[in-house]
């Protein structure tokens, strides 16, 4: 899919600087570019969502952990001492 891209004149310059840098096109630091901000953002709105999912269960439930619980854990992660995840609780 072609597509077009409007720049300024200055953006165009750093564009075109950083391929001659990395010895890529103008055309390949753009796609990237593009590529790492559309992963990002859906790695984001991922988050988003497991968030806003784990925020509605909690409401109809109650069920939970508490910071300190969950540090406590995490901090067990890659040690000899590794614990399962505590349960939940109201």
């Known amino acids: ?28 630091i753009m796609r990237e ?24 269960e909690y409401k109809e439930t109650g069920r939970h952990l508490t910071g300190e619980e969950t540090r406590t854990w995490l901090r067990t992660w890659g040690t000899d001492a590794e614990t399962e995840l505590p349960m939940c609780h109201e």
Do not use: P
């Open 1 to 28: 899919m072609a597509t077009s891209i409007k720049l300024d004149d200055n953006l165009k310059g750093r564009v075109q600087q950083l391929a001659h840098q990395r010895q890529r096109t103008a055309h390949w």
């Open 33 to 56: 570019a593009i590529r790492q901000y559309v992963e990002r953002e859906e790695t984001r709105e991922s988050f988003k969502q497991e968030a806003l999912t784990s925020w509605a």
